[in-house]
């Protein structure tokens, strides 16, 4: 079962620890799905899902505010028996004397934001939604081209990375070169990352790896895209057929979720950035309805008809 630390959760949204003692990264987290324990609180633990985060919003700190400390430490107690990853308070809330006591008796860590519960909340399991997603690894590249990414595929060497740069060099922006980490955050959405240790980077042969935030600015990378095409790069072969309309889509598959994939075939003097260019174009005017292919078969269609009523 994948897991994220509450280490990274904790620098990821910017939360404060009431516990420094305590190590975040020993904690893990391993469901996406969040709770408001004011059932808890108030001793009810039957059904209690100890392994999702705990929020307290001002519901529960008033509840707890006006409990007396006898009932507080029992319920306290209980309360901490459970394996709970990490226990988070909004709206700047202070968690009590006793409620950090004996949280960090039990080892459990205990954060806080400024943000409103409910906001937190969606931006939380957002987060972790992020994080504990099925991730591959493949071979490519990753662009964001006019808000569509595009993910290049190929053989090593058929030149993803030079029609990443020439795209970079027309405005748009790199994501990941050479390995691209996809994770399928739901059933219908493939998001790509770069790891740490190659972000911003591109490999070009003959000279070598070049940092693309340095050389054009911030405004040239992105950190994170959704895939929505896919280009396989091919050599080009003669006795190969190619698709010359477009009619019909073509589908490559990661992690159960099909991406539109169109195959493009390489020889000397296509300008394969304008390539992907209008391809990127083309895919966002056909989510937009917009279909030239069809556009055009239905003009043939037309044009067929009235020559054959003219003919009779």
């Keep these: 079962?994948?897991?994220?630390?509450?280490?990274?959760?904790?620098?990821l949204l910017d939360l404060y620890n009431f516990?420094?003692?305590?190590d975040l990264k020993a904690s893990k987290i391993m469901t996406n799905d969040v709770n408001r324990p004011a059932l808890?609180?108030?001793?009810?633990f039957e059904h209690f899902d100890q392994l999702r985060v705990q929020i307290i919003g001002t519901v529960e700190y008033t509840y707890l505010q006006q409990m007396d400390e006898r009932k507080k430490e029992e319920i306290y107690d209980a309360f901490f028996s459970y394996d709970i990853p990490c226990v988070i308070f909004c709206r700047s809330l202070q968690p009590d004397e006793m409620?950090?006591?004996?949280?960090?008796?039990k080892r459990v860590p205990i954060l806080g934001t400024k943000r409103s519960t409910s906001e937190f909340m969606a931006e939380l399991i957002d987060c972790l939604s992020e994080q504990l997603?099925?991730?591959i690894t493949i071979h490519g590249v990753l662009?964001?081209?006019?808000?569509?990414?595009?993910?290049?595929?190929?053989?090593?060497?058929?030149?993803?990375?030079?029609?990443?740069?020439?795209?970079?060099?027309?405005?748009?922006?790199?994501?990941?070169d050479d390995v691209v980490e996809i994770r399928k955050i739901n059933e219908h959405s493939l998001i790509g990352?770069?790891?740490d240790i190659t972000r911003y980077f591109i490999e070009l042969r003959g000279i070598?790896?070049?940092d693309v935030k340095a050389l054009f600015g911030v405004e040239c990378v992105k950190e994170k895209q959704k895939i929505n095409l896919v280009i396989k790069l091919e050599d080009w072969k003669k006795e190969n057929e190619y698709d010359r309309l477009g009619l019909e889509e073509e589908y490559t598959e990661f992690l159960g979720t099909k991406v539109v994939c169109h195959s493009l075939p390489i020889r000397p003097g296509r300008n394969l950035a304008v390539i992907c260019e209008a391809a990127a174009v083309n895919h966002r005017q056909k989510k937009m309805g917009y279909n030239a292919a069809q556009e055009l078969y239905r003009r043939v269609q037309e044009n067929l008809t009235k020559k054959s009523d003219e003919d009779e």
């Design 143 to 176: 662009v964001d081209v006019y808000g569509e990414g595009l993910l290049i595929m190929g053989e090593s060497g058929i030149g993803k990375s030079e029609a990443a740069l020439e795209l970079v060099r027309r405005g748009h922006r790199l994501v990941t």
């Design 99 to 105: 409620f950090l006591s004996i949280a960090e008796k």
């Design 208 to 210: 070598g790896i070049i």
């Design 193 to 195: 990352t770069s790891p």
């Design 40 to 44: 808890q609180l108030s001793g009810y």
């Design 1 to 11: 079962m994948s897991s994220v630390s509450v280490a990274k959760v904790t620098q």
């Design 133 to 135: 997603a099925p991730c």
């Design 19 to 22: 516990l420094p003692d305590i």
